[in-house]
């Protein structure tokens, strides 16, 4: 299977710049202006995409204050109804065109997480270049081969699954026509502690299922997406708010935008960083050799005196004979007097 695909004109693999998504969630507090300004902001961070949320609360769950609609286990969220929740978090329909209009003419890449049938037709009709399985939809089969029959490429979270339930996705995906997938590793937990992220899955899933891996990450900070991208990850999923003190369901562990480009930065970096397999010295390096360690003769000896560990050092520069000539010089004697700070050479050396 592909080891590397576009979403539009982007390629997206290891051998690629991380693809990094600014995810728009609820941070937009059902204002328009604020979700333009987020998009604005994005950009200027330097986020390759916008990801949105496709639902209302009635395509997502059922309006009841039964006990199993109600949000426990300690979460921001305890208590709450979900069809509440999803009522003030949701993205209006409406506005999404209009958004991805907005993304286009700032060269950006937009695209949402669909959560139901009609969600997918709506944004097929957008002509977004990508569709994304969000971890707690990873288990909608139905869902997952609607997405793939489309043959955009498809973007999966992996949030809560257990291999078993990977593969199946991915091989329901692969099997209803989806060439293009990738994987993002997830910790469905917000904020999630790093502790609990478990980076070391991301060249797993690539060994595994043969396809580009990222990252999707509710943690707090930047130390986990750079790290992750020093593991191969080739996409990061983060979300971005204007300023956490507005509040919202998704605000707690959302980067402000300053946070945000220092996290572009910071994994722009280590994926430079990365570069190749190599044990010969680089094009900066290449001056510092000269001061690497080398023989000195450290004291005045005369012609026919020893050198000794008194008058022959291993120094900075690397003038003189290499350090692992010391004991084969050691005993022997001086060709000719040499002053203290000269080189030892094989020249000075008798016999």
């Not at 961070?45 to 109600?70: H, N, P």
């Not at 209803?176 to 910790?187: D, E, F, N």
């Not at 790093?194 to 899955?201: C, M, Q, S, Y």
Request: net charge negative.
């Amino acid at each position: 299977m592909e080891t590397r695909f576009c979403v539009g004109n982007r390629m997206i693999g290891s051998d690629a710049p991380c693809y990094i998504v600014a995810e728009l969630s609820a941070n937009h507090n059902q204002s328009f202006d604020q979700a333009v300004r987020i998009i604005h902001a994005a950009r200027d961070a330097g986020a390759d995409a916008v990801k949105l949320q496709t639902y209302t609360a009635d395509t997502i769950t059922l309006r009841s204050d039964k006990e199993c609609f109600r949000i426990t286990g300690g979460t921001l969220w305890d208590g709450r109804i979900l069809h509440d929740l999803y009522q003030e978090a949701f993205t209006p329909w409406e506005w999404q065109p209009k958004l991805k209009e907005i993304a286009d003419e700032l060269g950006m890449q937009l695209f949402s997480s669909a959560f139901d049938d009609s969600a997918v037709d709506f944004l097929e009709q957008m002509k977004v270049p990508a569709h994304k399985v969000a971890s707690f939809e990873l288990v909608d089969i139905g869902l997952i081969q609607k997405m793939a029959r489309t043959g955009k490429p498809l973007i999966m979270s992996t949030g809560m699954a257990s291999a078993d339930e990977i593969s199946e996705a991915v091989e329901a995906a692969r099997g209803a026509g989806a060439t293009q997938v990738a994987l993002l590793k997830c910790t469905s937990a917000y904020p999630a502690p790093p502790e609990e992220a478990n980076l070391l899955t991301i060249p797993e899933l690539a060994r595994r299922f043969g396809c580009p891996v990222g990252l999707s990450d509710h943690t707090m900070g930047i130390a986990v997406p750079v790290a992750a991208v020093a593991l191969g990850a080739c996409i990061i999923e983060k979300h971005l708010c204007l300023r956490r003190a507005d509040g919202g369901p998704d605000s707690a562990f959302s980067l402000e935008p300053e946070e945000f480009k220092e996290m572009v930065e910071a994994v722009r970096a280590a994926q430079k960083a990365l570069g190749s397999v190599q044990f010969v010295s680089g094009a900066r390096e290449a001056n510092s050799h000269k001061f690497r360690r080398s023989l000195f003769v450290v004291e005045d000896v005369k012609r026919g005196e020893l050198f000794t560990k008194q008058n022959v050092r291993s120094i900075r520069p690397a003038d003189g004979l290499h350090p692992r000539h010391l004991n084969e010089v050691l005993g022997k004697r001086a060709a000719c007097d040499v002053e203290r700070g000269t080189p030892l050479s094989w020249a000075l050396v008798a016999g």
